[in-house]
């Protein structure tokens, strides 16, 4: 699954947005996905064990923001 925005949310209230977002694995126990980092345009990938955030959003490819 690719998406142009995905937004993680911690339960500090800090929020991490990625862009161009394609999905490695979605799972009951992690979310890792490649993504096009704003600072530099290289292509990284990131892993976020589920239990360390509160929830997430996703804006689908050609989907409106």
């Known amino acids: 699954m690719e998406y142009d925005i ?3 949310f911690l339960p500090t209230g800090k ?3 990625f862009r161009n977002v394609k999905m ?3 799972n009951e126990s992690v979310l890792m996905f490649s993504y096009s980092a ?3 345009g ?3 990938v ?3 064990p589920k ?3 509160v929830g997430w959003s ?3 490819k050609g989907g409106t923001s």
């Open 6 to 8: 995905v937004c993680i």
């Open 15 to 17: 929020t991490f947005t």
């Open 24 to 26: 490695l694995t979605d």
């Open 38 to 40: 704003m600072s530099d």
């Open 42 to 44: 290289k292509t990284k």
């Open 46 to 48: 990131a892993t976020f």
């Open 51 to 53: 239990n360390t955030f």
């Open 58 to 60: 996703v804006t689908p």
